[in-house]
């Protein structure tokens, strides 16, 4: 494919315009945008919702003989998952230069980074709380931790496919300097998910701190 | 404006940039039959079955409620069982503000919006088309459970702990709350769709302050709905694992608050409210200015209100909630934000009042339904400001006072503008107009029934008789207005039954409509009747507010060249303009007709009938489909802005 862009005429004089565009000027890029608007939405009405029971609780949270959340394995779990932020964003700077060698590898460290961290949660910090501490049915407290968290490593999972596919697609040379709002759509949606996951770690594992 | 230096020279086939209608007609056309009738992407098809879909669902919403009013018509009537009459009640709800209202001012949108912005189409065709067919599904999901007699019961906004597992074992909820979810996913996709055509395909030179109110009006509703339906979604969401896994979020006893539910149903129910009169309300400001032969006074004041009106509807939700002893100085506060409704509601009716007063209002039949939406909505909205009164509205609540409140405002608010619609917009889908005379009949029936039916309820609500209830003892007094309202109820019915006959004899032998025949203001008009495929041969420039009474090269075959029309090359293309100012930006491929979405919404019927009969080998398998089918949709064909 071209690396110069393709200019059409609109059909007035001397006028004639590209047929590719790239953030603001292209629909899938605003619907990414419309996207992550909805489901900011849906994370700050969960923890709403949290608050709320909290609140109403009483003094004592967790409530019914449960420990603090433990923050050793989670914080590592956190760094983890901050870190795929940076090849994630570098991947963006490869696209944006067209370089694709660049922009595969670095969506595969971010890959990489955002499978480990839903592993860890999945495989070993689940398991550990439910076999030892709480589960989704012991109280309301155990259910919103298990849905909140739950629901923020779904979207992890959903990024990972959106990975996939942006990787599949580099794969194919889909590419190049004007031709990647794939590839912005999924970083939006990488950074949109690390950053949601500031607030469900102060809401959920800090906050019961103090 | 953006022009070029350098660049690679245009593709082989497009030299020019003009367009003819026969290669608009050979890019755009769709081929007849089955195929293209589960496929197409074509907006103007697809907001047509948005409206008789939601129609044929005022219909059953309808008789619902009329077999209500029979069982109400007289003191201690056994017409209906007390189960029965919680089903009706509960489906009437949720059949017509979500299968009803929302659907068809959803289906005027999607056929007028690009229509009236000067596109080709919506922004995503196939997002488009899998909206509708979602809430097609959604539809014939709510109503399986008419067909095992386990209709959602729990009344539309469904209140714990009497829907939980412990009080409503059935699958009655289950219906509800997973068709909610459902229906939820066509609502958000259409307004996603909305806010980036709305904001990215207007017509060069139609800068956000010459954009019609209608196209106002469905912006505000997306965005509503953007901000709002995450609440039912989630509230829903977390319903059902309360019901169906053992986790506890709404009972008392594993720590739950069931108020949590009436918080997060609110939190969205109250913007539901208005995001069906928002376009309503914009539906009015469309005819008013053409039936009054004069621009509409207060352009700029109109739309800060219906912006106003979005955005304060998000801090009322606890009004719904007066009565359940939260504490009075959130009451306080709340109590504020719903008088402050008031003034954005106030202008908008004194802006048409205006140009009713300035203009020569000529009385067609759109114009007399508008009239007497404004004369119902201000009734509505004197009874608003009493409920928003705290005392009154703990008398009142849950009497038919509340209920009477509410038709009001939404039969009147947003159903009469919708039949006004119909009347106005109607002969640009069919080419045909609507019988006058029998238009005049129509309305007469239905703004006398509506009031024999609705206005005693304020009077019956005062005096006590609860809402909800299935009958009532004798010796009340009740008997004489419940039966007025019952006859009410009947006339009302008659007055849409003879619009819905006037419609179906007017596509055959109604008058021809030509392109304009209201010689309106806006966009849509300078297009054939019904439009072509392609909508315009050439994309418009735009140069004033009003365009097609300022700017008289505009007809239906497109605006020449020479006065600003763009071509485009004549191919599947639309043009993609900047926020602010319309500017042309990029000329944007458009994708063809698809059959993923249809598939993708079998396979999401399949989920949720999987999830409602408990099978999980079931919703596997159809979700499974489901990954499929996304895969389809978005694999490459070389002819969108895919990459």
New interface residues.
Partial sequence: MSSAELLVPTGQPDEYLPTVGSGPTNFGWWGMVLLIAVEATLFALLLASYFYLRFRAGPIWPPDGIENPKLKLVLIMTAILWTSSLPVHLAHSAAKKGDTGKLRAFLAIGFVLGATFLALQVGKEYPDIARHEFTPRTDAYGSMFFTITAFHGAHVFVGLLMSAWVQLRAWQGAFDRHRHVSVQNFVLYWHFVDVVWLFVLLSLYISPQF | ????VG??P??PG??????TPELLEEHWSETPGLGSFLTTVDHKRIGKRYLYTGLLFLVIGGVESLVMRIQLSHSNLHVLDPETYNQLFSMHGVTMMFLFATPVLSGFGNYLVPLMIGARDM??PR?NAFGYWVFLGAGIFFYTSFLVHRLPDAGWFNYTPLSDSVYSSGPNVDFYALGLIFIGIST?AG??NF??TI??MRAPGMSLNRMPIFVWGELAMALTV??A???L??ANI?LE??RR?????FSAA????PL?WQ??FW?FGHPEVYLVVLPALGIASAIIPTMCRRPMIGYTYIVLAEMAIALIGFGVWVHHMFATGLPTIGLGFISLTSFLVVIPSGVQIFAWLATLWAGKPVLKTPMLFILGFIVLFVIGGLSGPMLAAIPLDQQVTDSYFVVAHFHYVLVGGAMFPIFAGIYYWVPKMTGRLLHEGWGKVSFWLMFVGFNALFFPMHILGLRGQPRRTYTYQAGLGWDFLNLLETIGAFVLALGILVTFVNWVWSTKRGRPAGPNPWEADTLEWATTSPPAEYNFE?IPAIRSREPLWDQPELGPHGQP?EA??????GGH?T??TS?LEAE??????MPHESPWPFLLTAALLGVFYGLVIRSWVFWTVAAVLGVISVAGW?W?RGET???
């Fill in positions: 404006m953006a022009t070029t660049g690679t245009p593709p497009v030299t020019t940039g003009l367009a922004a995503f997002l958000t307004s996603i806010i980036v904001l990215k953007v901000f339906l995450p609440a979604t989630l977390l694992l309360e896994a053992g986790f506890h979020f594993g720590g739950g608050q949590l918080h997060l939190i050439n060249v600003g029309g763009r071509g485009l090359g293309n043009l993609v926020l042309p930006e990029v000329v944007a491929p978005f490459p802005q895919e990459t």
